[in-house]
Nanobody
Framework: VQLQASGGGLVQAGGSLRLSCAVSGRTFSSYVMGWFRQAPGKEREFVAAISWSDDSPYYGDSAKGRFTISRDIAKNTVYLQMNSLKPEDTALYYC??????????????????WGQGTQVTVSS
């Protein structure tokens, strides 16, 4: 499985960005796709995940109410729409994938496949 993240950039506080993660390499019906982020000097943090089969979304506390995860099966792409961005959202954002676990979607150890990361910088 190969993941290619894109869409990061520099945006002012209150602005929006949409991240994309293009997936290739195998079929994904049983997979979950996740977004994580890591700010300088901090641990990697769960942002959101989506079940490839039934489109069920899951959000970390930092994303609830502001971010929306979605997927396009035809394009094999997962999106993270980020609205009302804050300076504390500044981080390197990674997409990840693996077979949908029974629990623990928020744990990076449950994801074997990772993209290269895309930088999001929010200025105040």
């Amino acid at each position: 499985v190969q993941l290619q993240a894109s869409g990061g950039g520099l945006v002012q506080a209150g602005g929006s960005l949409r991240l994309s993660c293009a997936v290739s390499g195998r079929t994904f019906s049983s997979y979950v796709m996740g977004w994580f982020r890591q700010a300088p000097g901090k641990e990697r943090e769960f942002v959101a995940a989506i079940s490839w089969s039934d489109d069920s979304p899951y959000y970390g506390d930092s994303a609830k109410g502001r971010f929306t995860i979605s997927r396009d099966i035809a394009k094999n792409t997962v999106y993270l729409q980020m609205n009302s961005l804050k300076p504390e959202d500044t981080a390197l954002y990674y997409c990840a994938a693996d077979v949908h676990p029974d629990y623990g979607l928020q744990y990076e150890a449950n994801y074997r496949y990772w993209g290269q990361g895309t930088q999001v910088t929010v200025s105040s």
